[in-house]
Nanobody, 117 residues
């Protein structure tokens, strides 16, 4: 699966932002798509995931109720709608795909999200 993420930027506390991830390849329709993030000096962490075929979603507790992951089958796109952003959401956000196994093996380039206080 090939992934291309975009949509990051500099926003203020409380603002909203939508990240987009373009997916291509022969197997992404059977994938679980995920968003992860990595803040400076911290390990990469799970943010949200969506099963492409069913639309079933999962979220990290830190973003539950504020972030929404979705996909557009026709456009082969995955989105992360982020609302009520906080400075602690500042990180590089990555789109990833998990196909036929327990690990996310396919990664897009990151997109920087910076939330100012």
């Amino acid at each position: 699966v090939q992934l291309q993420a975009c949509g990051g930027g500099l926003v203020q506390t409380g603002d909203s932002l939508r990240l987009s991830c373009a997916a291509s390849g022969s197997t992404f329709s059977t994938a679980i798509m995920g968003w992860f993030r990595q803040a400076p000096g911290k390990e990469r962490e799970f943010v949200a995931s969506i099963t492409w075929s069913t639309g079933s979603t999962a979220y990290a507790n830190s973003v539950k109720g504020r972030f929404t992951i979705s996909r557009d089958n026709g456009k082969n796109m995955v989105y992360l709608q982020m609302s009520s952003l906080k400075p602690e959401d500042t990180a590089v956000y990555y789109c990833a795909a998990r196909v036929g196994g327990p690990l996310f093996r396919d990664w897009g380039q990151g997109t920087q999200v910076t939330v100012s206080s």
